[in-house]
């Protein structure tokens, strides 16, 4: 689910933990030249918990792969059509 306010994209609830994974892309930090622009974030807490910089999107994808299983290329696909306005700031 894209969240365009938000810069991010909510995925995989997980029923243990009661919270999901999302990933937000910081547009501010990136016109800024910042490094890590990619966040893979718990989406559920208010005050971030647990937070996980990346440097690019496939570090990203790479993460959330370890959280649950992701097809790489199809999500990258996915995404290619969100990010583009986001990485020109």
């Known amino acids: 689910m894209f969240d365009e306010t938000e810069n991010s994209i909510r995925y995989k ?7 999901g994974y999302k990933l937000r892309f910081d547009a501010e930090g990136a016109a800024k030249g ?4 990619y966040h893979v ?3 559920n807490c208010h005050t971030v918990t647990n937070e ?3 440097e690019n999107l496939d570090e990203a994808l790479q993460v959330l792969n370890h959280f649950f299983s992701l097809d790489l290329e199809r999500e990258r ?3 290619s059509s969100w990010l583009p306005r986001y990485n020109a700031a």
């Open 41 to 43: 974030e718990d989406w």
């Open 13 to 19: 609830w997980n029923p243990r933990t009661q919270t």
């Open 77 to 79: 696909e996915r995404l």
């Open 52 to 54: 996980w910089p990346c």
């Open 34 to 37: 910042g490094h890590c622009c």
